[in-house]
């Protein structure tokens, strides 16, 4: 791109999180799958990037808190909306040896509405060096403003944004397979950076190895292609350096795997934003996500 900014805009939901204690009773959180990368980027990357959020909260007492958490957390707020008559959704985390299911209430969460309007988002979107979204962002919105968003998206591509792009595919935010599977798909095609994980779509696409999943974003568009598979092999490809291959070291206690991926995605970011090699900035994705999943709770203090 022709200038930089050294600004990261996250883009999706943020949500009162309800995260188990050892003693049965749960804490209230904040977290997102997009604000946790972007929470993550602030404590990653240097003081000279600015990481902002790009929302819509409510006008009430909670909204005003959460707000206030991302204001102290770094995370910059003013390309989050405030609309009346709506508040923010809330999930409760259920853990079963480290693995976690979610239990969901967003009927009236203000963020389904943040792409409503097409001239804000592209205001939010200018001076922007990597705008970072996900499959969740696009599953919350309706067919209209999905389209909203994408042509925003392909706008600031076109201007030297970089698109950064995480397919987090939940089946249960969608109508069904096909509509999901499509919306990424269309999604991928404004992307430069896409960070899917090979158990969903290898799972929702009938792949069988990370190397189709791969062809298939190359395919798309995309000059950067990291594949997550969990504790597995992760398996790259950028443009200049071919397919790379990483083993993550094992962890030796996973307490809550929730944020692994979203932290991966900042570690990752964090460093191939700076120029750092295929194989490092996989490593940095590494050693941060397996710093998180050893704590409770998506956000967690980790060693940087």
């Known amino acids: 791109m022709n200038e930089r900014h050294h600004r990261v805009l996250a883009i999706g939901e943020c949500m009162v999180e309800m995260a188990p204690r050892a003693d049965g009773a749960y804490t209230r959180n904040f977290a997102g799958d997009t604000f946790n990368t972007a929470w993550y980027l602030r404590r990653l990357l240097p003081e000279a990037w600015s990481v902002d959020y790009c929302s819509a909260v409510g006008e009430d007492r909670i909204s005003d808190h959460m707000l ?6 770094g995370v ?12 923010v959704g809330l999930y409760m985390i259920e853990l079963d040896n480290g693995e976690r299911s979610f239990s969901y209430w967003r009927g009236q969460s203000a963020a389904k509405l943040l792409a409503r ?6 205001a939010a979107l200018e001076r922007t060096d990597v705008a970072l979204f996900s499959g969740i962002t696009l599953a919350i919105l309706s067919e209209e403003d999905r389209r909203n968003l994408l ?9 030297g944004t970089r698109v950064a792009f995480d397919p987090n595919m939940r089946l249960r935010l969608w109508p069904n397979v096909a509509v999901m599977c499509a919306a990424v798909a269309e999604a991928a095609e404004v992307a430069d950076i896409v960070l899917p994980s090979f158990d969903e779509d290898g799972q ?4 069988t190895s990370p190397l189709e999943t791969i062809a298939r974003y190359r ?15 992760i398996h790259a490809e950028g443009r200049e350096e ?14 809550d795997t929730t944020a692994a991926g979203d932290s991966f995605n900042a570690g990752f970011l964090s460093v191939r934003l700076s120029g750092a090699s295929m194989g490092d ?24």
Not at 117 to 122: K, P, Q
Not at 151 to 159: I, K, Q
Not at 219 to 233: D, E, P
Request: a positive charge.
């Open 151 to 159: 042509e925003a998206l392909a706008e600031a591509r076109r201007r």
């Open 117 to 122: 309007d097409r001239d804000v988002l592209s």
């Open 242 to 255: 071919g397919v790379v291959t990483f083993d993550p070291q094992p962890v030796a206690q996973v307490v």
């Open 76 to 87: 910059g707020t003013d390309s989050v909306r405030r609309i009346s008559g709506r508040t």
């Open 204 to 207: 929702y696409y009938g792949e």
């Open 281 to 304: 900035a996989i490593g940095r994705g590494a050693q941060v996500a397996a710093q998180v999943i050893g704590k409770r709770g998506a956000l967690v203090g980790i060693d940087v």
């Open 219 to 233: 395919n798309a568009g995309a000059s950067t292609i990291v594949v997550k598979n969990g504790v597995g092999r």
């Open 68 to 73: 206030g958490f991302m204001q102290k957390a």
